[in-house]
């Protein structure tokens, strides 16, 4: 039985993470600031007696009591209209953030992991992207917040691992969806499936031919616990490697939705990505992991979660 401290364990992943070592059996520490997160996430684990919420903004000093052997660290705001609308708020999770984290897990001797991300390779020149592509990023772009913080965070987490001795593992995070995704995120598949189920206007920025290739959340979460309980340092890639264009993930999700909404075309916004795809030999490799869920499945069971909040049977 470990105690576990996630960092944005009211968010997205981290709520699916909270889930996740509860199950195991593992006591669970989650800080959280919800700024970009919401209790709603983990209400269910409320009243849990190993499970223990608190709200704290993670750029401050940590001190959490009794031993830890794991710090997850997935504090950030995470979509693209979030970190623009916090870039300050982004910039101090990704560094002062990750400092904290990282002094917390070595002040207990704890294993430390760093939720990363795709964006450190930016607007890839090289596709599919693996662990020794090194990105194409603007540092001063809208999108630069974000990157530059997690590139940070990652030179970070390797200063830790290389002059402290601590035991780090780094997951490059690619597209993830799935239940609890915030409804008005920003990103495209709640943005689609809100728009799909109400009617409106599906809104593809661009052409609609830039690609993601996008990850169900259980098989994220397995990916990571697998990545926790290796003996792997270096950085490595989770995400699922079936590339779509972002036109037709906005028709499947029509579809799926049986909607007669219409699909418009909006500027794409600077610094898009034009193509994402993880190369995941590594993951397959290193860790025996690799996604499981099809993306009909997955977006099916995603649109019955907005179903379910927006009310529509
Ligand atoms: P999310 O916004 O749902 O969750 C992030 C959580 O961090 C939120 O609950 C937010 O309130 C919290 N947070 C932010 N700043 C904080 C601070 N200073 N102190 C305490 N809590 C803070 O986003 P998500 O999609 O669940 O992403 C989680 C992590 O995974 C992030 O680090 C993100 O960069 C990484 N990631 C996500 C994806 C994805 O596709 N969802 C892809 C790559 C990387
Ligand atoms: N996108 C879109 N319409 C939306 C929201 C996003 O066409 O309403 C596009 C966006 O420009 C990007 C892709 O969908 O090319 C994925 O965007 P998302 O915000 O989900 O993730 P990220 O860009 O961080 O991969």
Request: glycine letters at 8%.
């Amino acid at each position: 039985m470990a105690k576990v401290v996630i960092t944005g364990g009211a968010g997205f992943i981290g709520s699916h993470l909270c889930d996740r070592f509860i199950a195991e059996g593992d006591e669970v520490i989650c800080l959280d600031n919800l700024i970009t997160g919401t209790p709603d996430n983990i209400a269910h684990l409320f009243g849990h007696p190993k499970f223990k919420f608190i709200k704290y903004d993670v750029t401050e000093f940590l001190y959490v009591p009794g031993d830890v052997d794991f710090v997850l660290h997935f504090a950030s705001p995470a979509s693209p209209m979030d970190y623009v609308k916090y870039p300050i708020q982004t910039l101090k999770v990704g560094a002062l953030g990750t400092h904290k984290a990282l002094g917390l897990a070595k002040a207990k001797g704890a294993r430390f992991l760093l939720a990363s991300t795709s964006e450190v390779y930016g607007d890839p020149l090289v596709h599919p992207q693996s662990e020794e592509y090194w990105g194409n990023v603007n540092p001063i772009g809208i999108r630069g917040v974000y990157d530059e913080a997690k590139r940070f965070a990652e030179a970070m987490t390797m200063a830790y691992h290389r002059y402290h001795g601590l035991d780090t593992r780094i997951a490059r995070i690619f597209n993830t969806y799935g239940p609890r995704m915030r409804i008005d995120d920003g990103r495209a598949i709640p943005a689609f499936m809100t728009q799909a189920l109400k009617g409106e206007d599906i809104t593809v920025f661009g052409d609609g031919s830039q690609t993601r290739s996008i990850c169900y959340i259980d098989d994220l979460v397995e990916g990571i616990f697998k990545l926790l309980m290796s003996d792997y340092v270096y950085p490595i890639n989770l995400g699922n490697p079936d590339e779509v264009t972002i036109l037709e993930l906005a028709m499947e999700i029509k579809e799926l939705a049986g909607s007669n909404s219409k699909i418009v075309f909006k500027p794409l916004p600077p610094d898009d990505p034009k193509v994402r795809r993880p190369d995941i030999t590594k993951a397959r490799e290193i860790l025996g992991w690799e996604p499981k869920v099809s993306r009909k499945e997955g977006l099916k069971k995603t649109l019955e979660y907005f179903k379910q909040k927006l009310g529509i049977d």
